[in-house]
């Protein structure tokens, strides 16, 4: 029997974690004659202000056993929460076993997330997964159609105001509920699940379930015709989601994917050894360096391809200071992402209003183990993190030329850009910058002509005849199938070569490097981005 009229609450169950608000909600449903019902120290908490509240013991029979674990999982809460009114045969059920309608369910859970996230032992962790809450949520939500269930303090003042104004809640609002019920309960039962295949180390585990909590809905995606929202995992990992936004307008669905690429690239350079600055557009670096301060990082990062750098992101790896920040606002920038910033920096990128300044507390941990996810059609690709680097792999020399001191120097930035640039991707770095880089070509061949050509442009903007490339270090993604795309590289400018190797052609490769004059060496690690 489905009831599509308003439902009246004359009892309610109230058993929350997350007391914020309850005292005052409680008085508020007794002043509206609803007889409250509940637990622990929710009771505790309505009976220290003066309202009548009924023990769930009272209810039940049963006292609390088990350190809490066993208190409300009883016919006569799920009787009541579940009985279908207007039913003979629940009702009859309900009148021989004496057990009472409750008609809104108000829990919140145990914090399994919290707890996980303050690094608690497995025991405690354990202890935190509830059991009775989801359960009672689950059997509210389920009977919508007759009972109300809040599982978000956000939800006591709708609730109350329907019953004071309609003297009982609207259906559309009863159904709203169950769906962000059973959208936590979900949540909840995946990050248990999430912790206990990490945990055991589970990579085949059954079912994977992904979940988060909605941060906010944007204008749109990635076009105008698109909806879209950004939802946080709760992942302990400084970046977009954990940063605070000290000023600028609300980031867009782009800006995000752009910020977490260029705060994740900038994250690889130990901040106590180098400043490093990375500039992203559309997810690709379109520069990268080092240097010994922030600024000095930015117009090395910035000459790679001032052109593409025009409404992109930047990323830095240490606290933003003034100087860097009179020098960024010069070109138009969507995001400036840092672990910290000065006064005199924010002040300075105040003066730009719809530029975006997030903070993220501190560096992401390149080695940290993780999870990354994507849909495809029907589906979900599951991987751990590429958090392995250049500096995990052993270098084999394998041409007669070895590299020198400040090519090796070289290489390894060159390496770690390569692997933040989407497939096929060659980077070429010169004196701890990135000259070019070439993304996301079918071939890779054509990668390495995009980046010797925009290394062009860089040069002629700078004033300077031939190419940024002449003289540089490149890696390569992936290993070259033929010694085209090496030739290619040499034709460039470059003088040394870092990639992976395992190409059927590698002694061809090989060959072409030592017939040139360059020094090559193999890392054994691949680094695809797609």
């Known amino acids: 029997m489905t009831d599509s009229s308003t439902a009246p609450v004359s009892r309610a169950l109230l058993s929350v974690f997350d007391k914020t608000g309850m005292a005052d909600f409680a008085k508020a449903l007794a002043q509206l004659g609803v007889e409250l019902v509940s637990t622990g120290g929710t009771h505790k908490l309505i009976a220290e202000t003066g309202v009548a509240v009924r023990d769930v013991a009272d209810l039940t029979g049963f006292p609390e056993m088990m350190d809490g674990r066993v208190k409300t999982l009883h016919p006569k809460v799920h009787g009541g929460i579940l009985g279908i009114r207007g039913n003979a045969t629940h009702e009859q059920a309900m009148s021989d076993h004496a057990i009472g309608p409750i008609d809104l369910v108000v829990v919140n859970l145990y914090p399994f997330e919290a707890t996980v996230a303050r690094g608690a032992g497995y025991d405690e962790i354990i202890e935190n997964i509830d059991i009775g809450g989801p359960a009672m949520i689950r059997s509210a939500a389920k009977n919508h159609a007759h009972v109300t269930v809040i599982v978000d303090p956000d939800d006591y003042a709708p609730v109350l105001e329907a019953l004071r104004q309609e003297g009982g809640v609207p259906l559309a609002l009863r159904r709203k ?19 206990f295949a990490r945990e055991l180390d589970y990579k085949d585990i059954p ?53 977490d690429a260029a705060f994740e690239l900038v994250s690889e350079f130990d901040p106590a050894k180098t400043a490093a600055v990375a500039i992203i557009k559309h997810a690709n670096p379109c520069g990268v360096a080092t240097g010994g301060d922030v600024v000095e990082a930015y117009r090395k ?16 790896n240490r606290p933003l200071d003034r100087a860097a920040a009179e020098e960024i606002v010069k070109v138009f920038t969507e995001v400036i992402v840092a672990p910290d910033a000065s006064d005199e920096a924010i002040e300075i990128i105040r003066m730009k209003k719809n530029l975006r300044l997030l903070l993220t507390g501190g560096i992401a941990d390149p ?21 392995r680097n250049v500096e995990d792999a052993e270098w084999k020399v394998v041409t007669k030329k070895a590299p020198t001191e400040a090519e090796a120097a070289d290489m390894k930035l060159a390496m770690v850009v ?33 980046a010797h050509r925009k290394s062009e442009d860089a040069a002629a903007a700078a004033g300077l005849d031939g190419a940024l490339t002449k003289g540089s270090v490149v890696a390569s993604d992936a290993f070259f199938p033929f010694p085209d795309g090496l030739e290619a590289c040499i034709a460039a400018g470059a003088t040394a070569v870092i990639q992976p190797g395992g190409s059927v052609n590698d002694d061809k490769v090989i060959a072409a490097a030592d017939a040139a004059g360059v020094a090559m060496v193999l890392t054994g690690m691949r680094h695809f981005r797609h």
């Open 177 to 195: 509920l169950a769906a962000k019920a059973y959208a936590r309960t979900a949540a909840y039962d995946a990050a248990i699940s999430s912790w």
């Open 301 to 316: 990062a910035l000459r790679t391809d001032p052109v593409s750098a025009f409404g992109g992101i930047v990323a830095v």
């Open 207 to 259: 079912w994977r379930s992904v979940s988060g909590q909605l941060r906010e809905m944007m204008r749109y995606g990635e076009n105008p015709h698109q909806w879209a929202a950004f939802y946080a995992t709760g992942e302990d990992r400084p970046g977009v989601a954990t940063a605070r936004q000290v000023q600028g307008k609300t980031l867009s669905f782009n800006n995000i994917n752009d910020t």
């Open 367 to 387: 080695r940290a183990d993780g999870v990354v996810v994507r849909s495809v059609a029907g589906g979900l690709l599951v991987q751990s993190r590429d958090n």
């Open 418 to 450: 390569a692997k933040h640039v989407k497939s096929n991707a060659i980077v070429y770095v010169r004196d701890g910058a990135t000259v070019g880089i070439g993304a996301g070509q079918m071939s890779r061949v054509d990668s390495t002509r995009v």
